[in-house]
């Protein structure tokens, strides 16, 4: 059984930045693709990027392309999303998630971290 705590989160103005950790427990994550979801007040979770098992290959969501960037560390079993110019319309709750390699569907979630930015 994987857990996973994300860390990082918190207040900041538009064009700051702002790295979230997310370290799995329980078992190795190696073998396991990681990803970054958001929900904003009042609106759905959304996907934000997800990276490899080998961290060989990534894919993002448009709206954050060029300004986000997924790494992890598979000795620190850790994920990492690194958030530059930051936006208003960034503010959200964000969660690592895990889902295992062949598989389509997340089903390991973190208890999320609040990122607000004010303009």
């Known amino acids: 059984q994987v857990q996973l705590v994300e860390s990082g989160g918190g207040l900041v103005q538009a064009g700051d930045s702002l790295k979230l950790s997310c370290a799995a427990s329980g078992r190795a994550v190696s073998s396991y693709v990681m990803g970054w979801f958001r929900q904003a007040p009042g609106k759905e979770r959304e996907f934000v990027t997800e990276?490899?098992?080998?961290?060989?290959?990534?894919y993002i969501r448009d709206s954050v392309k060029g300004r986000f960037t997924i790494s992890r560390d598979n000795a620190k079993n850790t994920v990492y999303l690194q958030m530059n110019n930051l936006k208003p319309e960034d503010t959200a709750v964000y969660y690592c998630?895990?889902?295992?390699?062949?598989?389509?569907?997340?089903?390991?979630w973190g208890q999320g971290t609040q990122v607000t930015v004010s303009s």
């Open positions: 998630a895990a889902r295992p390699d062949r598989s389509l569907r997340y089903d390991t």
């Open positions: 990276i490899s098992a080998d961290g060989g290959s990534t």
